[in-house]
């Protein structure tokens, strides 16, 4: 069965933790550790955040989001098929 998987861009952006408003995560509030993999999240302003956190927390809190920018995508494909 098709299933709806999400790609991530695959490019990795060094940065210290010190250039960060917070140096914990605004999902498990936890220190972000040596070489911990972060993210941010593109439907709300929950700041930087573990790669691992953002996952759980973008396929709950925000699955209508989700659900609509994966229709969008769907008409898209549709389109340029026309
Ligand atoms: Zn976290
Ligand atoms: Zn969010």
């Known amino acids: ?3 709806n998987i999400l790609w ?4 990795i952006k ?3 933790t010190e250039s960060l408003p917070s140096e914990k995560c ?3 509030n936890r220190e ?5 993999f972060v993210t941010s999240c593109e439907f709300c302003e929950i ?5 691992i956190c953002a996952n759980n927390h ?5 699955a209508k989001e989700l659900g609509e920018k994966i229709n969008k995508h769907k008409e ?3 389109h340029s098929f026309q």
């Open 1 to 3: 069965m098709t299933k």
């Open 8 to 11: 991530r861009e695959g490019w």
């Open 14 to 16: 060094p940065l210290l």
């Open 26 to 28: 605004g999902i498990c």
């Open 32 to 36: 972000f550790g040596e070489l911990d």
């Open 47 to 51: 700041g930087i955040i573990h790669d």
């Open 58 to 62: 973008i396929s709950t809190t925000h």
């Open 76 to 78: 898209k494909q549709l």
